[in-house]
C-alpha cells in the first residue's frame, strides 16, 4: 500500500415553530353528513384512505387532511373563505369564495378553486385559478408539466393540512418525518386580482433562502431582501433584475433538511423576504405551486429538475477555454489572437464573433469588407484542422430591409410579432429598426432553421451559437412606428415615431442602474385602488420594482400590448421568449448538424438548461465581479443549467491577471498554462458530472443534479456552510477557495468535516475538517484541495479537447480517514446526440484494493451487440486501469464482460507498475 494516503495512477484512467413566541394548536375538522368529504377510516393525519378501484395495490390517500386553527382570533384580513371540499383521486379540491368584493389593487376575483394533489412521494403539487374564466397559465409546448399519476404515492414525505369549509383559506404542507412546517398560509391574506395576485407563507427564523433569480447577490437570499423577476437588458447592476426569470427557491433548515418551492408562473412578480414571512405579489397569471421535499439539498435540486426538465449534456468540446470579445475590427484580429495563443502554448478551444461580423449588424450575414466569406471560411477550416471550434453570436431582432432574404421570408411566412392592431410590431435595436420572430409561433420553427442552416452551408460552417438580446431587448421605450402590414417595405414607412431615450443616472424616484433613460414617462409608482377592473397591461396597478426604481414594464422591452400566435400577450409571456428562441435554436442545430449542441443564452427561464448554457452577463471586470460570479454560477446549478460561466474580461488595474486575455504579459501567459492545464486535466471529471445531471433519475443512484456545488450540498448538517460563497466544490470532490480581493496574499478556507489534501503537493492540509484556516496564496495561485474518499479521473493537458482526448488517463485517489474512496468517469465520443456507444466506469477503494467495474454501458444493454461501435468507446484514448482495461479488451474482441468486475488489484507504492503489470 502507498505510504501516502493520496495516490496518483500515471497513464491509466430542530424544528422551528411556524412563528417564534406565538402557540398553534392542531384540531381535526368535524366531519357530518353536510360536508362534501368522503367518509373513511383515519390514517397517519389523512382521511378517506381507499383502496384504488382500478388497482387493489395502490392505496389512493384521498388526503382530506387535518385543519389547523389558531388559538387566537385570526387578524390575517383573508379575502377567500371555503365554500365547498371535494375529494379527487390525487387529494382535494376546494371551493374559494371572496369574502369582499375589494383587493388592494383591484377587484377580487369572486370564486377561485384550489386544487391539492399527492403527485410524488416528493413532490406536492398546489394550484389555485378562476374554474369560470380562463386566465394565462404557462403552455406545456414552452414548458413541460408532469404527468399525474393514477394513484397518489403510497409514502410521501409531506402531509398536508387546510381550511375547512366557513374558515378563511389557508394550507400548510408538514414534513412528516420531523413535523417541520414547510409551507403555511395561514394568519396570511391572499389576493387574486385581474392584475394582481398575493400570497405569502410564513417562515421560521433559522431559515436559508436560495434561489429567485437572476441576480448580482450574495447566494444567500438574506431578509429584508425585494427581488423582482422580471427580464431585462441591463449592464448587471447589482440587486437589479436581470436576464432571467427564475421563481424556485431551496430552503435549508437545521439541522439539514432542505425542501423546494417552484412557482410556476412567468409574469412579472416581487418577490420579499421579511423576518418571518417570504411574500409574491405578481401581476397575472395564476399560483401553481410544485413543492419538492427532498430532503438533501441535492435531492431537492434533481427532484425539481425532474419537472422542468434535466439539463443539457453538453459536447465535450465546450468545457474547454473560448475566446471572445466585441470590438474586433476584421478577420484578421481574430487570426491574431489565435496565433498569439497558439504561440504561448496556452490552450483555446474556441473563438467566438460577436457581431462586428455582421453586415449592417444583421443576422445570418458576413460583413463583406472585414469578415469576407472566403477569409472567414479559410478561418474556420484553420480552426478545424487544428481541432478548435468556431461559435457566432445571433441576436433575435431582423432587420427591416426589402431584399434581406431573413426579412423577405419572415413576411411570407407570418411569423412576426404583431401589434395590437394586427400589424407587425417594430422596435429598434443594433441594425436599427427591426422586428422579431414569434418563437410561440409553430411556424416560426422550420423558417429560423432554414436561417441557420443557409447561414452555415453558404457562408461560416459554424460549431454553436451565441444567443443574445433575447429578452428580448428594444432600444426604444415606445412603439417605434405604428407598424407595418406584412406587405409594406421601408420605403413605405412614413414618419416613424421614435422615441429614443439618452441614459442617465437620475431617476425621480430612484436612481435607475446605468444605461436606463431618463424618462418620468417611463417611471412608475403603485396605486392603490380596490375598484380597479380595467385590464392596462403598459400600467398596471402594481408597480414591480423593475430596474430598481419601478421602470415601466416596456423599458428597453417590447411593448406590453404586442401579440403573439394565439394572441398571447407580450405582457404574459415575455419571460418566455429567450427560453423558446433557446429551444427552437437548440432543435435547429442539432437537426443541421446531427450533433449535440452547444447553444449559449442569455435570457433563460425554467427548463432553459435542458437546451442551452448561459452565462451571466455584462461585467466591468471588478474583484466585486469575480466574487458575484461564484453565487451567479451556484444559483444557476439550482436552476437547472449547470453549463454555466461568467464574462472574462478586463482592462486596468491587478484584476487583469484574473480577467484578461492571457497572453498580453509573459508572467500571465505562464500562469494561464499552469491554471489551464489543471482545468483540462479534470475535464473527464467534469464531463462525468454533467452526465450524472442529465442521466434519468435511477433509486440505484445517488442524487445528482449539480456541477459546481455550494459547501452545504456536501455538508448539509454543518450550519457554517450555509452562509460561504467565496467558496465552492467542483463536484463532491474538489474544493475551490480563490483569491477575491484586491492585494490579498491569503485566502482564508473553511475546511467541513473529513480529510482534505493540497492538490499540488498531495499533502493533508485538514485531517479532520470543521475548521477555517488562513492558506497563504501568491499572486497567480488558486487554492484547490482534494476531499478525502474521492477519485478524480484526470487526462494529459493539451492545447484542445480534440487533443487531449487522445491523451493518457490518470486517476487521483484521496484516501478518507479509514482507507476508502469512490468514483466514477463517463466515456463516450464526445458528441453523439444519443451518446451511443458508451460506458460508465464505478471505482472503489476499500482496505487498500482498488476496483473497477462497468456499471453501465450501452453494449451492455443492447441485445445484439455490435463489436465494432463498442469498440469506437476507447478509440484515439489509451485503456484504463486496473480490471477495467480488461473490460475493454474484452469488449473490443466481442467477449464484453457484462460490467462486473473480476480481479482486484493491490495499490502499491509504484502504481505505474500496478498499470505495466495489467497490460501484460
Not at 115 to 128: G, L, Q
Not at 247 to 269: E, Q, S
Request: proline share 7%.
Amino acid at each position: 500500500m502507498a505510504s501516502t494516503p493520496i495516490t496518483e495512477l500515471t497513464n491509466t484512467n430542530n424544528n422551528a415553530s411556524l412563528l417564534e413566541g406565538e402557540h398553534w394548536t392542531a384540531m381535526r375538522p368535524v366531519l357530518d353528513e353536510t360536508s362534501a368529504m368522503p367518509k373513511g377510516k383515519l390514517d397517519a393525519g389523512c382521511i378517506g384512505i381507499h383502496e384504488c378501484e382500478h388497482e387493489s395495490k395502490c392505496r389512493c390517500l384521498k388526503a382530506i387532511s387535518d385543519g389547523i386553527h389558531r388559538n387566537r382570533q385570526s387578524d390575517s384580513g383573508s379575502t377567500y373563505t371555503v365554500s365547498s371540499i371535494t375529494s379527487t383521486t390525487l387529494g382535494l379540491k376546494l371551493a374559494l369564495s371572496s369574502n369582499t368584493s375589494k383587493s388592494e389593487f383591484g377587484r377580487n376575483i369572486p370564486s377561485l378553486v384550489a386544487e391539492f394533489s399527492f403527485e410524488t412521494n416528493d413532490r406536492f403539487h398546489v394550484k389555485i385559478y378562476d374554474p369560470n374564466n380562463a386566465r394565462w397559465e404557462v403552455p406545456a409546448s414552452a414548458s413541460p408539466i408532469p404527468t399525474p399519476p393514477s394513484c397518489p404515492p403510497v409514502n410521501p414525505q409531506y402531509k398536508y393540512e387546510c381550511a375547512n369549509i366557513g374558515e378563511p383559506f389557508f394550507f400548510t404542507i408538514i414534513r412528516r418525518s420531523n413535523s417541520e412546517v414547510v409551507f403555511s398560509t395561514l394568519g396570511t391574506k391572499m389576493q387574486f386580482a385581474e392584475q394582481y395576485l398575493e400570497l405569502s407563507t410564513i417562515l421560521p427564523t433559522n431559515y436559508n433562502i436560495y434561489g429567485l433569480g437572476e441576480h448580482i447577490r450574495s447566494f444567500r437570499v438574506p431578509p429584508h431582501t425585494l427581488l423582482t423577476l422580471w427580464n431585462l437588458d441591463i449592464a448587471t447592476p447589482s440587486h437589479v433584475n436581470l436576464y432571467g426569470s427564475h421563481p424556485f427557491y431551496l430552503d435549508l433548515r437545521p439541522p439539514g433538511y432542505a425542501h423546494g418551492v417552484f412557482l410556476r408562473n412567468c409574469n412579472g412578480m416581487d418577490v420579499k423576504t421579511d423576518t418571518n414571512l417570504l411574500t409574491y405579489k405578481i401581476i397575472g397569471g395564476i399560483l401553481d405551486f410544485y413543492f419538492m421535499l427532498g430532503p438533501e439539498p441535492e435531492a431537492v435540486v434533481q427532484q425539481y429538475h425532474e419537472i422542468i426538465g434535466r439539463p443539457h449534456m453538453p459536447p465535450y468540446w465546450s468545457l474547454g477555454w473560448h475566446q471572445g470579445r466585441y470590438g474586433f475590427q476584421n478577420i484578421k484580429d481574430v487570426e491574431g489572437v489565435t496565433k498569439l495563443y497558439s504561440e504561448n502554448q496556452i490552450p483555446l478551444e474556441a473563438v467566438w464573433s460577436d457581431i462586428d461580423h455582421m453586415d449592417d449588424y444583421k443576422n445570418f450575414t458576413l460583413e463583406y469588407n472585414n469578415y469576407s466569406a472566403p477569409e472567414v471560411q479559410n478561418f474556420v477550416e484553420h480552426l478545424h484542422r487544428r481541432g478548435m471550434r468556431y461559435v457566432v453570436i445571433l441576436d433575435p431582432a431582423i432587420k427591416i430591409d426589402h431584399g434581406y432574404e431573413p426579412y423577405d421570408d419572415g413576411l411570407k411566412q407570418g411569423i412576426y410579432i404583431k401589434d395590437k392592431n394586427g400589424k407587425i410590431y417594430v422596435g429598434r435595436v443594433w441594425p436599427g429598426l427591426s422586428v422579431y420572430p414569434d418563437f410561440l409561433n409553430p411556424a416560426t420553427f422550420p423558417y429560423w432553421q432554414k436561417q441557420i442552416a443557409k447561414f452555415r452551408t453558404k457562408l461560416v460552417d459554424f460549431d454553436g451559437l451565441w444567443l443574445d438580446m433575447n429578452e428580448p431587448s428594444n432600444f426604444t421605450n415606445r412603439i417605434c412606428i405604428d407598424g407595418i402590414d406584412d406587405g409594406d417595405h421601408p420605403d413605405s414607412i412614413h414618419n416613424p415615431h421614435e422615441h429614443v431615450q439618452d441614459s442617465s443616472e437620475n431617476c425621480p424616484i430612484t436612481n435607475p442602474p446605468k444605461g436606463l433613460p431618463q424618462d418620468g414617462d417611463m417611471l412608475r409608482e403603485s396605486t392603490p385602488d380596490p375598484n380597479h377592473t380595467e385590464f392596462t397591461p403598459d400600467n398596471p396597478p402594481y408597480a414591480i420594482n423593475n430596474a430598481g426604481c419601478k421602470a415601466a414594464l416596456s423599458t428597453k422591452a417590447v411593448v406590453m400590448t404586442a401579440v403573439h400566435h394565439g394572441g398571447i400577450l407580450e405582457y404574459n409571456c415575455k419571460n418566455l421568449y429567450g427560453h423558446v428562441q433557446g429551444m427552437v435554436t437548440q432543435k435547429a442545430l442539432e437537426n443541421i448538424t446531427g450533433k449535440r449542441t452547444f447553444i449559449l443564452s442569455r435570457s433563460t427561464w425554467p427548463g432553459s438548461g435542458a437546451y442551452v448554457a448561459h452565462w451571466t452577463g455584462d461585467n466591468h471586470a471588478t474583484f466585486d465581479d469575480m466574487y458575484y460570479s461564484i453565487p451567479g454560477m451556484l444559483s444557476f446549478q439550482l436552476f437547472g443549467i449547470p453549463h454555466v460561466g461568467s464574462d472574462v474580461f478586463g482592462f486596468d488595474g491587478e484584476c487583469c491577471l484574473e480577467w484578461m486575455e492571457p497572453y498580453v504579459w509573459s508572467s500571465v501567459a505562464a500562469i494561464a498554462r499552469k491554471v489551464l492545464a489543471i482545468r483540462y486535466s479534470i475535464l473527464p471529471y467534469y464531463y462525468t458530472l454533467f452526465y450524472k445531471a442529465h442521466r434519468p433519475i435511477s433509486p440505484s443512484n445517488a442524487p445528482a443534479a449539480t456541477v459546481v456545488r455550494p459547501l452545504f450540498f456536501e455538508f448539509p448538517t454543518d450550519p457554517k456552510t450555509y452562509d460561504i460563497d467565496q467558496q465552492f466544490l467542483i463536484g463532491s470532490g474538489l474544493l475551490i477557495s480563490p483569491v477575491l480581493k484586491q492585494g490579498a496574499t491569503s485566502v482564508s478556507t473553511y475546511f467541513p468535516a473529513g480529510k482534505w489534501y493540497d492538490w499540488y503537493s498531495h499533502e493533508v492540509v485538514s485531517s479532520a475538517g470543521g475548521e477555517t484556516k488562513e492558506l497563504p496564496t501568491p499572486r497567480g495561485h488558486i487554492q484547490i484541495h482534494v476531499r478525502g474518499g474521492i477519485v478524480i479521473p484526470l487526462q494529459g493537458q493539451a492545447l484542445n479537447t480534440t487533443e487531449s482526448r487522445k491523451k493518457n488517463f490518470s486517476l487521483l485517489i484521496a484516501l478518507d480517514a479509514a482507507g476508502n474512496a469512490i468514483g466514477d468517469l463517463f466515456l463516450d465520443d464526445g458528441e453523439s446526440i444519443s451518446m451511443n456507444p458508451y460506458t460508465f466506469l464505478q471505482y472503489k477503494v476499500t482496505n487498500s484494493s482498488l476496483t473497477a467495474k462497468v456499471a453501465d454501458s450501452w453494449c451492455a444493454t443492447r441485445k445484439k451487440r455490435d463489436a465494432t461501435k463498442c469498440s469506437g468507446v476507447l478509440q484515439g484514448r489509451k485503456e484504463m486501469a486496473t480490471n477495467a482495461v480488461v473490460c475493454y479488451k474484452e469488449e473490443r474482441d466481442g467477449h464484453y464482460a457484462g460490467g462486473a468486475a473480476t480481479r482486484k488489484k493491490e495499490m502499491t507504492t509504484n502504481a505505474v507498475v500496478c498499470y505495466k503489470e495489467e497490460k501484460r
